[in-house]
C-alpha cells in the first residue's frame, strides 16, 4: 500500500509497521462473532485476523463503492463491519472511544456476555474525550478493554510534549479501574494482558486499561515526512529490539517464514490489482450511507 501511495496509484497509506503485534494480540483474544472491535488506524493485523480479507482491505484503500468497511466513503484504514463485530472509524480521533464505551454500554444493557476493545493512540488518550469515556466506562463498570498504542509520537509531536509521565497505565488508578502495562512488540504478551482483562469484564469487574509500549517504524501517513522531526538512522537501529516481525521471527523456522513471505506478497499483489480494476463509484451516489 505504501509502494502504491508512492507511484500515485493509491491517494493515501497509513504504515504500521512496529504496532503488528498488538492488533494480532488482542484479535486473537477476542472471541469471533462475540466480542467487538474499536480499532486503532494502524491496526491492518487485527482486522486480517479477525477475518477481513486482502481483497477487502484494498477495496478499503482504493475506495471502491464495493468496499465493505464504507462502501468506498471512507480514507483508507478507516475500518468497519457489522460482519466482523468491528465499529466504524472515524477521522477525528479519537471519537470512536466513546463510540466504543457506547457499545459496552449496549453490551451491558442486553447481558449478552460481549467485551469491546478500544484501540487508540498516544495523542488520542490526551482528548477530553477519551477521559470521558474511560471515566464513564469506570463509574459503570463497563466490558470493555482500552488499549493506548503508545509509540511516543502523535504526528510529529513527541511524547514529552503531550504528557509528563512516562506511561498512561498510571492514569488507570485515576479513574479506578486496572491497569496494566505491557511490551506492545510482544505478540504473546498482548494476547495475555487482553485475555486478563476480558476475563475481569466478563466477572463484571470493569474496564482495564492497557499501556502498549511500541515503535512506529513508518512516518504517521503517506502525507507526513518523519526525516524532518527524528533520526531514521536512529529509528532503523530499533528494529531488531523492538520490530513485532523480527522478533517473531526468533521463534518460527526461517524456511518456513519466508515461505509465508513469499505466499502473502504474492497475494497481496494479486488482491491490489483486482481491487484496483474494480468499477470507480458514480458521483450520483456520493451521498449515499453518509450521515451528518
Known sequence: MWRLARAGRGHFAVPCSGHEAIGAGYALAMRPGVDWAAPHYRDLAAMLLLGMTAREAML??????????????????HWGSRRLHVLSLQGPQPNHVSHGVGCAWGSQLLQDGSV????????????????????LAAVHKLPCVFVVERNGWTQSVKQSDQYATETLVARAAGYGIAGIAVDGADAEAVYAAVSEAFARARAGEGPTLIDAACVRFGPNTSNDDDSRYRDR??????????????????LVDAAWAAGVDEENAAAAEQAAAWAEAQPLGDPATALDHAYA
Open 233 to 250: 538512522a536512529a529509528l532503523e537501529a530499533q528494529r531488531a529490539r523492538f520490530d513485532p516481525l523480527l522478533r517473531a521471527r526468533t
Open 116 to 135: 469491546t476493545v478500544i484501540a487508540f493512540g498516544d495523542g488520542g488518550a490526551q482528548k477530553g474525550e477519551a477521559h470521558e469515556s474511560m471515566n
Open 60 to 77: 478499503c484503500y482504493f475506495s471502491r463503492p464495493s468496499d465493505p468497511n464504507a462502501r468506498g466513503r471512507q480514507p483508507y484504514s
